[in-house]
C-alpha cells in the first residue's frame, strides 16, 4: 500500500487539493475536492485504504435516489432524530424519537419498506406521534391526514360549540 499521499492524487471521487494539518487523532488530514464540487477533510489512511471514496455523494448515487423526496424524507428524519444540532431536535430526538437502525443505516431499507411516495400531497408521517421512525408506524400521509394526526399543542376546554367549531376552523380541521 502507498504510503505518500501528493497533491493532485484521487481517489475515487476525491481530489487532494492540499495538507490540511493532523486531525485530533494525530494522523496527517488532507483537504480534498470531490467531483460533485463538494470539499471535504479526510484522513489518508482513510483514503489509503479506499473507506472514503468521496464526500458523502457516492452513497447517495449508487441508488440514484439522491435528491428524491423520498430520499429527503429519509434524511431529514435521520436528522432530526439523531443530530442535536437540528434545530428541531428537542421536538425529535430530544423526546426519546429514533430511527430504527435498519433505515438509519440504510437509504434502500427504508425505500423498500416504504416504497415511493404516492404523490406530491404525501409526506413522511409516524401514525403514532410519539412513537419511532420505524416500520410498521411511518406511511406516506397528506397534509390533512397530517393535521388530524399531531400531537396536542393546547388543551381546549370550556369551549360553547361554536367556539370549538371556530376553532377547529382555524386549524383546518374542518371541511
Not at 60 to 66: A, C, K, M, P, V
Not at 108 to 118: A, M, N, Q, V, W
Not at 128 to 154: I, V
Request: hydrophobic content about 25%; some cysteine.
Amino acid at each position: 500500500m502507498k504510503t505518500q499521499i501528493e497533491i493532485g492524487e484521487v481517489f475515487g471521487k476525491l481530489k487532494v487539493i492540499g495538507r490540511a494539518g493532523k486531525g485530533l487523532s494525530g494522523h496527517t488530514v488532507f483537504h480534498c475536492q470531490c467531483e460533485c464540487g463538494k470539499s471535504s477533510i479526510v484522513t489518508g489512511s482513510r483514503l489509503r485504504s479506499e473507506h472514503t471514496k468521496s464526500c458523502g455523494c457516492l452513497k447517495g448515487e449508487q441508488h440514484g435516489l439522491r435528491g428524491t423526496p423520498e430520499y429527503d424524507a429519509w434524511s431529514g428524519a435521520k436528522d432530526r432524530c439523531h443530530n442535536p444540532k437540528s434545530r428541531v431536535y428537542l421536538d425529535y430526538g430530544g423526546r426519546g424519537i429514533i430511527m430504527d437502525v435498519s433505515w438509519r443505516n440504510s437509504f434502500l431499507k427504508f425505500f423498500s419498506d416504504l416504497g415511493p411516495r404516492p404523490s406530491v400531497k404525501h409526506s413522511l408521517d409516524r401514525e403514532n406521534t410519539n412513537g419511532n421512525y420505524e416500520p410498521g408506524n411511518c406511511r406516506w400521509a397528506t397534509r390533512k391526514e397530517q393535521l388530524f394526526n399531531r400531537r396536542p399543542t393546547t388543551s381546549i376546554k370550556y369551549f360553547s360549540d361554536q367556539e370549538l367549531l371556530n376553532e377547529a376552523e382555524r386549524r383546518g380541521l374542518v371541511i
